[in-house]
């Protein structure tokens, strides 16, 4: 893989990060505005980030930035 995808949180004060791609499912934490965190894919509407090591999920991708960095 050439670059990393990152995602930051904007338009809401806090973004629900769902268990499934899917807006019935459990919510598994809340996510600040401004909170960056790597895409590790997408699935339909939803993208799935990394929180930390222990903790991924899916978030409504209209309430995500992304941005592509490359390694030098």
Known sequence: MLGTTYGTVVDTS?????????????????????????????????????VDTDLEGYVYKDYMKTDVKFRE
């Open 14 to 50: 806090s973004l629900r990060l769902r268990e499934n791609p899917d807006l019935t499912s459990k919510t598994l934490t809340l996510l600040a505005e401004g909170a960056q965190y790597t895409v590790a894919g997408e699935e339909g509407d939803f993208l799935k980030v990394a």
